[in-house]
C-alpha cells in the first residue's frame, strides 16, 4: 500500500492492480494536537534556553519556520506578501512634516528634504542603508505582525561625553525571541539571540530592551515592534491566522492531483480476457518443455500471466500514455457460439465532477487567502472564477486600500526610526513615512499623461 500526502490531505492507493484511490483527511495536519488546543493564540508559557527563560514563538518555538512554510507551499502567498508590502512601499519611505490645510480642514504631509537628518541615516555602518533597514522590517511585520530591531548607541558616553543612537539593524524574527518577565511583572526584560527552534549553546546573546525614555542607557539594546493583536501579550499574530486552514489545503491541492495523475488512470478500466488465450499459451509453454526435456510446471503459466498483464497494463496507464491507442482482435469460438478476445472496459470514475469540485475548493481558498491576507482580491492579480477585474474595479479597490489599510503598518514600520529621530534630534518636527503618489482615473489624467500613451 501506497500512502501519498502533502500537508493534511492525501490519497491512498492499495497498490491492488485495479486503480482504486481513496482520499483522506487528517485534521490540522502536521500541527500538534496541544497547538490546536491552544487555539490560534501563542502561547506565554516559559522555555529556557541556556538557563534563560524566554518566550516561545509558538508551541515549539518555531511559529516563524512554520508560516514560512505554509506560505511556501501556497502558490500565491509570497506573490500576495510581495503585493502588499509593494502597496505599501509606494515609492518609499521619506520626509515629511505635518501641517493643517486650514480651507479643507485636515491634516496633510508636506514632504520636505532634512539634509542633517538624512546624512545621520546614511551614516549607518555594517548596514546595507537604512532605507534597505525599513524594507527589511515591512518584510517580517507583513509576514508577522511584528519585527526585532537592535539599537547601537555611540562610545562617547563611557568618556563622559554625550550620547547618540549610532545605528539601526534588523534582526530576523527566526533569530529573536522575547525574554520571560520577572515574576510579578508583566515586563519584557529583553531579547534573545541565537538560532531558534535549534539553539548552539555557543551561540546565544541576550540583549537588554531598549527604552525610548531613556535611549542611551545600553550600548547595544533591542526592541520589539508589533502591531496590536486582540488576546496576545507578547507576540503578535499575522492577519491571515485566521485563514491558516485555507492557505494549507490551497496549497496542497496541486500536489494532490499531480500525484492522482502520477499514480492513476485518468478512468478506471475493467480487463477481460478469453480462456482460450491461456489455454493456447499452456499449450506453447508444454510443447516448448517437452523440447527442452523440461517438468512443466503450473507457475510457469502464472508467471506468463503476470507478465502478459504487465505488460498490457503499462500500455493503457499513466498519464504518459494518454492519447495512445490500443488494438485487440477477437477470433468466433465454435463451442460458444460468439466472438472472444480481449476487452477494455471504462468505468466512469466521475473524474469531471472531481476536478470541478478542486478547483471549487481551489477558488475558495484563494477568496479566504486574500481576504486573511487584508487585501482585495482584484489587487492581489487573482483571477477569480475566471472573471479578470475591471481597470475601474481595481482603481476603486486601489483607493479603498490606499485609505484604509495603510495608516497602521505604516506607524509601526517607521516608529524605529520615529524613536531613532526623537533620541538624536530631540524637538525635531521631521517625521519618516511613506509616500506613495495619488493615482487618478485615467478620465481625470491629460491624454499625453495617461499610461497607454506612455507604453
Request: hydrophobic fraction near 40%; include cysteine; charged fraction near 25%.
Amino acid at each position: 500500500m501506497k500512502i501519498l500526502r502533502a500537508g493534511n490531505i492525501g490519497i491512498i492507493d492499495p497498490e491492488n492492480g485495479q486503480g482504486s484511490l481513496y482520499s483522506f483527511t487528517m485534521g490540522k495536519g502536521w500541527q500538534p494536537s496541544s497547538f490546536m488546543l491552544s487555539g490560534h493564540g501563542l502561547p506565554d508559557r516559559k522555555l529556557f534556553v541556556n538557563g534563560t527563560a524566554i518566550i516561545p514563538y509558538g508551541f515549539h518555538n518555531d511559529f516563524p519556520q512554520r508560516v514560512d512554510a505554509l506560505l511556501g507551499k501556497f502558490y500565491a502567498g509570497e506573490g500576495i506578501i510581495s503585493k502588499v508590502t509593494g502597496l505599501q512601499w509606494g515609492q518609499g519611505p521619506a520626509f515629511y512634516q505635518e501641517e493643517v490645510d486650514a480651507v479643507a480642514n485636515k491634516f496633510v504631509r508636506k514632504w520636505v528634504e532634512d539634509d542633517l537628518l538624512g546624512a545621520d541615516l546614511r551614516s549607518w555602518t555594517g548596514v546595507q542603508n537604512w532605507k534597505q533597514f525599513v524594507r527589511q522590517c515591512a518584510g517580517d511585520y507583513n509576514h508577522l505582525g511584528g519585527f526585532f530591531v537592535k539599537i547601537y548607541r555611540n562610545r562617547a558616553p563611557r568618556v563622559g561625553g554625550a550620547g547618540r543612537l549610532a545605528k539601526m539593524e534588523f534582526v530576523s524574527a527566526r533569530k529573536a525571541r522575547l525574554l520571560y518577565p520577572a515574576d510579578g511583572s508583566d515586563r519584557v526584560p529583553g531579547v534573545m539571540v541565537g538560532n531558534f527552534p535549534f539553539n548552539n549553546t555557543r551561540y546565544t546573546y541576550n540583549y537588554p530592551l531598549f527604552d525610548p525614555n531613556d535611549p542611551f542607557r545600553h550600548p547595544v539594546s533591542m526592541a520589539y515592534y508589533k502591531d496590536f493583536t486582540f488576546g496576545q501579550d507578547y507576540y503578535a499574530v499575522p492577519k491571515f491566522m485566521g485563514a491558516w486552514e485555507w492557505l494549507e489545503l490551497a496549497g496542497g491541492l496541486a500536489e494532490i492531483l499531480k500525484n492522482y495523475n502520477a499514480n492513476s488512470s485518468s478512468i478506471s478500466l475493467h480487463i477481460e480476457s478469453p480462456q482460450s488465450y491461456w489455454d493456447k499459451a499452456e499449450e506453447r509453454i508444454k510443447a516448448r518443455c517437452v523440447k527442452e526435456g523440461r517438468e512443466y510446471s503450473p507457475k510457469m503459466l502464472e508467471d506468463f500471466k503476470q507478465a502478459a498483464m504487465e505488460k498490457f497494463a503499462a500500455n493503457i496507464t499513466g498519464s504518459e500514455n494518454a492519447g495512445k491507442y490500443l488494438h485487440t482482435s477477437k477470433e468466433f469460438d465454435a463451442e460458444a457460439d460468439s466472438f472472444v478476445g480481449w476487452t477494455v472496459t471504462p468505468v466512469d470514475k466521475k473524474l469531471k465532477d472531481y476536478v470541478d469540485a478542486q478547483i471549487k475548493i481551489a477558488n475558495k481558498a484563494d477568496a479566504a487567502a486574500t481576504s486573511g491576507f487584508g487585501l482585495d482580491p482584484v489587487l492581489a492579480n487573482l483571477i477569480m472564477e475566471n472573471k479578470l477585474s475591471s481597470g475601474s474595479e481595481k482603481l476603486y479597490s486601489l483607493k479603498v486600500h490606499m485609505a484604509t489599510e495603510t495608516a497602521i503598518p505604516d506607524m509601526v514600520i517607521c516608529q524605529p526610526l520615529q524613536e531613532y529621530i526623537a533620541a538624536n534630534f530631540p524637538g525635531s518636527a521631521t517625521r519618516v513615512g511613506f509616500y506613495r503618489p495619488v493615482v487618478d482615473a485615467e478620465q481625470n489624467v491629460s491624454p499625453a499623461e495617461r499610461l497607454k500613451a506612455n507604453a
